[in-house]
């Protein structure tokens, strides 16, 4: 199975604060890489497709980059709205797998 | 609008089964995969398996070989999930999301979830 790993566990920042989440998986996924929020006791909701493709509706502020092992998923801005958690999710081979998700909060 | 809407929330006893319906709306239901993804409470998400509504063949995680079944009623655009032989460690919320069938491979709609709840 492929290993997700993402970092850092949780961060802390404000309002108007560019934010960078990495993720790393264990060998080769080519971009085949895609980037979830999930707010409490809600279902996930898909930011990200194909490690850099905005899906329908979401903001902008949100970007995603890499391919191979190394990812970033990019909050240019961030708003009150987007403290979450963001989970990074391969989907290059069964079983899909997902990362350990990072935590975004208010600083 | 394109939704996927879960049956209610389950209690269990250890050794039981569970079975959670996933009903698509809005959108032609055997075009997309239906995947089944959990949650236990303060922790990360784990797949479990996914079926293909017009073939019905499924595919699931090994560790959920032989306690998990995905079918489907193309009749009325729904998806099963049953899980068997319960412990306590499936105490969890269970979504179901759905995955085209061609192209990029993403969850791109989800249920609302179900909590199932496994205690003596």
């Known amino acids: 199975d492929i290993q997700m790993t993402q970092s850092p566990s949780s961060l802390s920042a404000s309002v108007g604060d560019r934010v960078t989440i990495t993720c790393r998986a264990s060998?080769?996924?080519?971009?085949?890489l895609n980037w979830y929020q999930q707010k409490p006791g809600k279902a996930p909701k898909l930011l990200i497709y194909?490690?850099?493709s905005l899906q329908s509706g979401v903001p902008s502020r949100f970007s995603g980059s890499g391919s191979g092992t190394d990812f970033t998923l990019t909050i240019s801005s961030l708003q009150p709205e987007d403290f979450a958690t963001y989970y990074c999710?391969?989907?290059?081979?069964?079983?899909?797998?997902f990362g350990p998700g990072t935590k975004v909060d208010i600083k | 609008q394109v939704q996927l809407v879960q049956s209610g929330a389950e209690v269990k006893k250890p050794g039981a089964s569970v079975k959670v319906s996933c009903k698509a709306s809005g959108y032609t239901f055997t075009s997309y995969d239906i995947n089944w993804v959990r949650q236990a409470t303060g922790q990360g998400l784990e797949w479990m398996g996914w079926?293909?509504?017009?073939?019905?063949?499924?595919g699931y995680a090994q560790k959920f070989q032989g306690r998990v079944t995905m079918t489907r009623n193309t009749s009325i655009s729904t998806a099963y999930m049953e899980l068997s032989s319960l412990r306590s460690e499936d105490t969890a919320v269970y979504y179901c999301?759905?995955?085209?069938?061609?192209?990029?491979?993403?969850?791109?709609?989800w249920g609302q979830g179900t909590t199932v709840t496994v205690s003596s």
């Open positions: 194909a490690a850099s």
């Open positions: 079926m293909n509504p017009n073939s019905g063949n499924t």
């Open positions: 999301a759905r995955r085209p069938v061609r192209g990029v491979s993403r969850m791109d709609v």
């Open positions: 999710q391969q989907s290059y081979s069964t079983p899909v797998t």
């Open positions: 060998q080769s996924i080519s971009s085949y």
